[in-house]
Each structure stands twice: as structure tokens, then as C-alpha cells.
């Protein structure tokens, strides 16, 4: 039986590569803005509950959301100080003290990303009892991405790009920046995430590694298509997107 999901969007990126004054997850993808087709499919699943992380320009996010009446059981939360997307979560975690469901963790500049794909991963999640599973896809050019280091089957960690050796940099199968968690796991190990990485972030990533460590279940889920969760960095990303949503249309 079922124990609830809630959702956590993270969209306090600044999205400098978009070379634009509009905060990046008000760029729109056949006319409606990335953050929002994000929300829209996650309302779509009926979840216990749905926490927007945002940041830069964040008041000018948030009065777009709150200007609309479909999304006013949507908490917001603010990450002042964008210190990664372990940190970003962290924020949301104040907002979810004491939820003891599972959460499934999306990225607002993924506006693609299909209500059947989540519905699957949700379901693998509960299906194996895993502490955490990675939407992933596998890509010609993995370069840029985080890749998903695997023991035979077993998911035992998340390598970022600018940390991975050069045999890790080989793999094509990269983290989409999806994910679900057993929500008691995650509040856990968030605590423990160091910012030891070149970055000095609180990468999420680091929570596989933490999790695999003690232990725990972790399962992966394979996305046969790239462009459902390709996320939206630059205007080049922008056009191929929009052009692949009015070509699906």
C-alpha cells in the first residue's frame, strides 16, 4: 500500500546562459513557461504535497505562481544563497519536517518531462523499496552530465562532471536531475552532504553516494527518450525544445 508522495521542484538556478533579464523558468515553451508545465504535471498526479524551491528573481517567480489560482496549494520556499542543489532541497526539508512519504525531486527547466515517466519511476520506487531511484537516460554525448556509476546492475553513485577521472567521463548513462526518495532517508543524509567538490556545493548527488554507503536500496529507472528530460540552460536549448513540443503536437 501506497505511503503518499509529496514533490519537490527545485528552480533557484539564475540561468546566466540564457543571457536574459527573465528569470529562466518564466522562458516559455509553447507559450507557457517552463516552471509551469513542470507544475502542471506534477498536479497532475495528485500528490500529498508540491514545494517550489526558488531563488534568483524569486519574487518575480513567485507572484507569477501565486497569480494563478491552479497553483495556490503550491508552497514556495527561497534558497537565498545558492549553494547547490543538495542545499536547495535542504530548504524544502524545513517546509516537509516530519513527512514520512516518499518525495520525488524535479527540476523546473525540465518542462518536457511526461506524467507516465514519473508514474513509472514512482512506481519502481515503491515496487523495490528503494531508499532512492534515479530517473536516468543514456546519451551519444555524456559530456557535461552526471554520471551514473554502476556496480554490475547495482546504481552505487552520481559523479559529476568535474569530478569524475577520465574512465568515469567514458559512461553515457547520466542523471537527469529526477529522483525519488524515501523522504525520512533523504532528511537524513542531507545533514551529512560536505561541499567537497570543486564547486563547494551541497550536491544531491552526494545522497546516492551516502545512501549506497549504509547500505540502502538504490534503483535507477532508464528514460528512452533524451528530449523528455533535456532541461533548459540556453537559447539554443529553448528553440530545440519548443520545436520539438509544437512537432509532438
Known amino acids: 500500500m501506497s505511503i503518499g508522495f509529496a514533490s519537490v521542484i527545485l528552480g533557484a538556478g539564475e540561468g546566466t546562459r540564457m ?75 524545513r517546509v516537509l519536517s516530519g513527512y514520512r512519504g516518499n518525495i520525488i525531486v524535479l527540476c523546473a527547466d525540465v518542462p518536457l518531462i511526461k506524467r507516465l515517466t514519473l508514474n513509472k519511476l514512482m512506481n519502481l520506487h515503491e515496487q523495490q523499496g528503494n531508499a532512492a531511484t534515479i530517473l536516468t537516460t543514456i546519451v551519444a554525448k ?51 552532504i560536505k561541499p567537497n567538490n570543486q564547486k563547494k556545493e551541497y550536491y544531491l548527488t552526494d545522497a546516492i553516494g551516502l545512501l549506497q554507503q549504509e547500505g540502502a536500496g538504490i534503483g535507477a529507472l532508464i528514460c528512452d527518450s533524451n528530449r523528455e528530460v533535456a532541461g533548459i540552460n540556453d537559447q539554443n536549448q529553448l528553440a530545440a525544445a519548443n520545436a520539438y513540443y509544437t512537432k509532438a503536437k
Do not use: W
Not at 526518495?181 to 542531507?190: G, M, T, Y
Open 142 to 192: 555524456p559530456a557535461g552530465y552526471g554520471r551514473i556509476i554502476r556496480a554490475g546492475n547495482q546504481v552505487v553513485s552520481i559523479v559529476e562532471e568535474k569530478d569524475a577521472s577520465a574512465q568515469e567521463k567514458k559512461v553515457r548513462e547520466i542523471n537527469t536531475g529526477i529522483y525519488c526518495f524515501k523522504a525520512p532517508s533523504l532528511f537524513r543524509v542531507l545533514k551529512k
Open 19 to 93: 543571457k536574459s533579464t527573465l528569470p529562466k523558468v518564466l522562458h516559455t515553451v509553447g507559450g507557457k513557461p517552463l516552471v509551469d508545465h513542470v507544475l502542471d504535471t506534477v498536479l497532475s498526479l495528485d500528490l500529498d504535497r508540491q514545494v517550489l524551491v526558488l531563488g534568483f528573481r524569486g519574487k518575480t517567480v513567485a507572484s507569477h505562481i501565486r497569480d494563478n489560482k491552479e497553483y495556490k496549494k503550491v508552497d514556495i520556499v527561497f534558497q537565498t544563497r545558492r549553494l547547490g542543489s543538495g542545499h536547495a532541497v535542504m530548504q524544502a526539508a
